[in-house]
């Protein structure tokens, strides 16, 4: 059981906006950045967003990040059909003095 | 370009140990700390730990304390992940990342390919 919580699963059609959802407590997410990796099928995960809504260099502006109390949230949108990939929010826990994950949304563009 | 590049799928008996490399290029391997994470077959990222490159020093998380052991030959620019006492449910893919801290933020970029560790009688 991951400490983080996500959807299972997201979908949508091109052109759509999607968002994924990422709840924790007040150790990680409510006193922490959260980051968000995104996994494309049978490749290592890779930064995507990092510090709640910071897009590294490379990483489209249709992709956007936020962060309240202890949720978060991933936006996609202008959805397109190479964005399928499983995507995990992660933070650091505090009282577990550990990195936790959530359990992945695997993305699905219809 | 920053890399991490590991070593090749393992298979393993119940019981034995496994050690797993990740070579760095295309920075200096002393200046950023290296984490271990991994991901059994369809399932979520788990952190195990990390590793400064530099003092050797490193921290597990709780779950892998007494079976997990980092270290690093600086030399090569490579840190090893060895697990030892491997049971079925140590299965799984073991990436290896850089991190990246800036102003009391950290998080992992670029990750290693994965290597697949399969632990089966």
């Known amino acids: 059981q991951s400490v983080l919580t996500q959807p299972p699963s997201a979908s949508g059609t091109p052109g759509q906006r999607v968002t994924i959802s990422c709840s924790g407590t007040s150790s990680n997410i409510g006193s922490n950045y959260v980051y968000w990796y995104q996994q494309l099928p049978g490749t290592a995960p890779k930064l995507l967003i990092y510090r709640n809504n910071q897009r590294p260099s490379g990483v489209p502006d249709r992709f956007s990040g936020s962060r309240s109390g202890t949720s978060a949230s991933l936006a996609i949108s202008g959805l397109r059909s190479e964005d399928e990939a499983d995507y995990y929010c992660?933070?650091?826990?505090?009282?577990?003095?550990?990195?936790?994950f959530g359990g992945g949304t695997k993305l699905t563009v219809l | 370009q920053v890399q991490l590049v590991q070593s090749g799928a393992e298979v393993k008996k119940p019981g034995a140990s496994v050690k797993v490399s990740c070579k760095a290029s295309g920075y200096t391997f002393t200046s950023y700390d290296i984490n271990w994470v991994r991901q059994a077959t369809g399932q979520g990222l788990e952190w195990m730990g990390w590793?400064?490159?530099?003092?050797?020093?490193?921290g597990y998380a709780q779950k892998f304390q007494g079976r997990v052991t980092m270290t690093r030959n600086t030399s090569i620019s490579t840190a090893y992940m060895e697990l030892s006492s491997l049971r079925s449910d140590d299965t799984a893919v073991y990436y290896c990342a850089r991190v990246m801290a800036v102003a009391s933020s950290s998080w992992f970029d670029p990750w290693g390919q994965g290597t697949l560790v399969t632990v089966s009688s």
């Open positions: 590793m400064n490159p530099n003092s050797g020093n490193t």
């Open positions: 992660a933070a650091w826990d505090d009282s577990l003095n550990n990195w936790v």
